[in-house]
């Protein structure tokens, strides 16, 4: 089955800061990639997607095939991005189903 | 445009009642998803509906139903509740599910007791 990863809960950071969120991946194909955000109080929503290779608020994310990775980078973070990050992909090949990552909280402290 | 709108927001249940949740999807979007949300378990998938018929479903049991109208407008019911299935329950609609963006409603928050 398809797996998403994400090995930390709890990313704590200070402005100005490089961020790395982590996001390891299991898939059979080739997969498409994307990182929802949710900051305090609002709905989840999508951050940015792999396949449109863009830059959101800052944030980048690179698929690495060979590392089955698609970490979301910044490099210096600002207290407005602190929210719960999510790392997501199909569940099957086809599928109109999302997997999630557990999350990681990134706090930014000023 | 109206986002997702999910009723009710907070609802309290005891053990073996039944639970109908709603949403209705921001308008023109065909497709619309189901997730469960809890702390241990995080995001699950439970179904996705698309011109009233469901594509796609997760692995839950089969207390757990869904249907979708003409309008696109989607219900969930859970029957025969258990605690377990206290949890967030976010809905989503899509436009353009190829570009993999999904619109998340609030969400209806369900106490079982």
């Known amino acids: 089955a398809q797996r998403v990863t994400q090995p930390e809960k709890l990313l704590s950071v200070f402005k100005g800061a490089p961020v790395e969120l982590k996001c390891n991946y299991s898939y059979s194909g080739s997969p498409e990639l994307f990182w929802y955000v949710q900051y305090s109080r609002q709905r989840l929503q999508l951050l940015l997607r792999?396949?449109s290779r863009e830059s959101i608020k800052g944030f980048t994310a690179d698929l690495n095939k060979g590392e089955t990775s698609f970490h979301l980078k910044k490099p210096f973070a600002q207290e407005e991005d602190s929210a719960m990050y999510y790392c997501?992909?199909?569940?099957?090949?086809?599928?109109?189903?999302?997997?999630f990552g557990s999350g990681t909280r990134l706090q930014v402290q000023p | 445009k109206a986002g997702v709108t999910q009723t009710p927001r907070y609802l309290i249940k005891t053990r073996g009642q039944q639970v109908t949740l709603s949403c209705s999807p921001i308008?023109?979007?065909?497709?619309v998803s189901w997730y469960q949300q809890t702390p241990g378990q995080g995001l699950q998938f439970l179904f996705e509906?698309?011109?009233?018929?469901?594509?796609n479903k997760g692995n839950f049991p089969g207390r757990f139903s869904g249907r979708q109208f003409s309008n696109s407008r989607s219900e969930m019911n859970v029957s025969t509740l258990e605690l377990g299935d206290s949890a967030l329950y976010l809905c989503a609609s899509s436009l353009n599910w190829r570009a993999g963006e999904l619109f998340f409603g609030e969400g209806s928050r369900l106490t079982v007791l």
């Open positions: 997501a992909l199909p569940m099957d090949t086809g599928r109109r189903a999302l997997t």
């Open positions: 792999h396949i």
């Open positions: 509906y698309f011109s009233e018929t469901q594509r």
């Open positions: 308008s023109g979007h065909r497709s």
